[in-house]
């Protein structure tokens, strides 16, 4: 499911405590309960969520959803999670801790950089609903940290001090969320009723008719030459693709001067 939708979530928004007791899977993170035993464990139940996640969207993983995934009732998903906030948590702890994290340490840094960036745009297209939580207040669970201490190791021995490292690496992953985002949003406009190439053709005569290139000769000449190289109003790959070199290009400042 490629459609993003506005910011609709916040880690770290649950109990603390027990999201942390679940997070490193610690006693006590599941209450106490009488009854029959559970049939279920919490690993099965992120994963079922992050499958709903992926294929039906983040509003879509209810605790109801994800309860009838499993075939379990709504209430008993509640004697593994105490609600959605938790599973939240959860869900994109697991997902990070997913990532490839292979050594990057003989690499020249700018491929070690191209890599950490590229690994994050993967993890945004297989799993789209991560780019409509703010993580601001990160869970800190095994697959958080793991991704973190990966992540930095590729700004290692380049003079930076602790704050810079951490300065850079938010500066590169905010650049690939923001494309991972606009390439979303240009997947889901194609599979809307209108394409992109029916959209030009309904706009193309009245723009024809009204369009002065005389008025507007430097957008006239840049427009042409970008439609046609790329084909389309806008390309996601192309955008990404320069854009990063350009971060790159303004790190490799920063770290020239260290």
């Given amino acids: 499911m490629d459609s993003v939708p506005p910011t609709t979530a916040r880690t770290s928004a649950g109990d603390p405590v027990r999201t942390m007791e679940l997070l490193w899977r610690q ?20 994963a079922a969520a992050i499958t ?7 509003d879509a993983t209810t605790m109801r959803r994800v309860a009838q995934a499993l075939g379990i009732g709504a209430m008993s998903l509640y004697t593994y999670v105490p609600g959605k906030a938790e599973l939240l948590d959860l869900m994109l702890d697991t997902v990070f801790g997913r990532m490839p994290r292979p050594d990057l ?36 669970g095994p697959g958080v940290l793991a991704k973190y ?5 590729a700004f290692e021995g380049l003079g930076l001090d602790d704050v810079e490292m951490d300065d850079a ?9 923001a494309s991972a985002r606009s390439a979303a949003d240009a997947r889901s406009s194609q599979d809307e009723a209108m394409t992109d190439e029916q959209w030009w053709a309904a706009s193309s005569p009245l723009l024809a ?3 002065d ?24 790959g192309h955008a990404y693709d320069f854009g990063l070199q ?3 290009d303004g790190l490799q400042v920063l770290i020239e001067r260290r």
């Fill in 105 to 140: 340490s003989q690499l020249p840094w700018r491929a070690r950089l191209e890599a950490v960036a590229g690994d994050n745009l993967t993890l945004y297209e297989r799993h789209p609903w991560v780019l409509a939580v703010s993580t601001t207040r990160p869970p800190l």
């Fill in 169 to 177: 690496l938010t500066y590169l992953l905010g650049f690939v969320h």
């Fill in 27 to 46: 006693p006590g993170a599941r209450p106490a309960q009488r009854g029959p035993r559970q049939g279920r464990t919490v690993d099965e139940v992120v």
């Fill in 213 to 236: 290139a005389a008025a507007y000769p430097t957008a006239s000449r840049v427009g042409a030459a970008a439609g046609a190289v790329h084909q389309a109003p806008y390309s996601a």
């Fill in 52 to 58: 709903v996640a992926d294929e039906e969207g983040l």
């Fill in 149 to 153: 201490e990966h992540e930095l190791r």
């Fill in 209 to 211: 008719r009204v369009f």
């Fill in 246 to 248: 350009r971060v790159l």
